[in-house]
């Protein structure tokens, strides 16, 4: 069974704090992905990475960034944290090939 | 501009009936489609997944029908049950190394007993 972990399921930061979010994934997946889940906005795709050490900005990167130093291990960044962040945070982990992504059960992060 | 679409935010159906869940699409280099359904507090989970080269995937209770001349796909849930209560997404791929989906809104779906 694939397993994707996530480090926290919720999470109260403050404006201006940094804030790390874990991801693992245990299938040796190739590609993992961030999204936020917004309330009328689905999933975006916030960051993805198809490698180890490999990155690509998905359609919301702005005040986020990424880290992916071992193949089953992505982590989420915000630098500077700001209430407009607050959001349900997913991340997820694919094959190489098209095909389905699974998905963690989320972080729910909220910035006051 | 949202690639994929689901027009309906929500949707109720008396159990035991059918549930159509529709999404339209704007990519035509969209070659794989898939339906997630995702509860309160959890990740999304995969359902139902059909390419572009079939106009119909079924898979027990679950069907979905891609047309492509119309960019448009649908989810049939028969019978559905209290257990599909959920909200349910709609996602496409251009295929590619990474796989990238896009997203729909979602649809919430209650399934009334």
């Known amino acids: 069974d694939v397993k994707v972990t996530q480090s926290s399921r919720y999470l109260v930061k403050r404006t201006g704090e940094k804030v790390f979010l874990e991801c693992v994934q245990d299938m040796d997946h190739e590609n993992m992905f961030w999204y936020r889940q917004d309330p009328g906005l689905g999933l975006r795709l916030i960051y993805f990475s198809y490698d180890v050490k490999m990155k690509e900005k998905g359609d919301i990167p702005e005040g986020y960034s990424v880290s992916r130093e071992k193949k089953e291990r992505f982590s989420l960044i915000l630098e500077s944290a700001s209430t407009n962040q607050t959001s349900m945070y997913l991340c997820?982990?694919?094959?190489?090939?098209?095909?389905?992504?699974?998905f963690g059960p989320g972080t729910r992060l909220t910035v006051t | 501009d949202q690639q994929v679409k689901q027009n309906s935010p929500s949707l109720s159906v008396q159990e035991g009936r059918i549930s159509i869940l529709n999404c339209d699409y704007t990519?035509?280099?969209?070659?794989?489609f898939l339906w997630y359904k995702k509860y309160p507090a959890e990740g999304p989970t995969f359902l139902i997944s059909i390419s572009s080269i079939k106009d119909k995937n079924e898979d027990g209770r679950f069907t979905v029908f891609l047309n492509k001349s119309a960019k448009h796909l649908s989810l049939h849930i028969v019978p559905s049950q209290p257990g599909d209560s959920a909200v349910y997404f709609c996602?496409?791929?251009?295929?590619?190394?990474?796989?990238?989906?896009?997203f729909g809104t979602g649809t919430r779906l209650t399934v009334i007993p």
């Open positions: 990519n035509s280099m969209f070659d794989y």
């Open positions: 997820a982990s694919s094959w190489a090939v098209p095909g389905e992504q699974y």
């Open positions: 996602a496409a791929s251009a295929g590619g190394g990474a796989n990238n989906l896009f």
